[in-house]
């Protein structure tokens, strides 16, 4: 029997949207923004499985301006990025981290 606080779970899979390469800041923005939407009512993994290249814009809009506290509580996951993309995200997030004033 499944709780009722328990929360759904939706995949996410650019790739059938974007193709196998991910570039643009609005495209990203768009990503991000429903990510977040669904976030709210669900628990949401963006599976990156065949992605092939990111663009830096595309990786700061899902990476970089994701809000830290649905990743920290898991609200919002990735899967499936290759070694690349996970160095672009850490990239990303290290370079958003040192532009907010302490």
Do not use: Q, W, Y
Request: zero cysteines.
């Amino acid at each position: 029997m499944t709780s009722s606080t328990e929360m759904t779970t939706i995949a996410l899979t650019p790739i059938a949207t974007h193709g196998p390469e991910l570039v643009g800041r609005a495209p990203g923005a768009r990503l991000r923004e429903e990510a977040v939407g669904l976030a709210a009512t669900a628990r949401v993994v963006i599976d990156l499985a065949g992605i092939e290249a990111m663009s830096p814009s595309f990786a700061d809009e899902i990476f970089g301006k994701l809000p830290a506290d649905l990743i920290r509580d898991r609200r919002i996951r990735f899967a499936n990025a290759s070694d690349e993309i996970r160095a672009l995200a850490r990239g990303v997030r290290g370079n958003r981290a040192r532009l907010v004033p302490a």
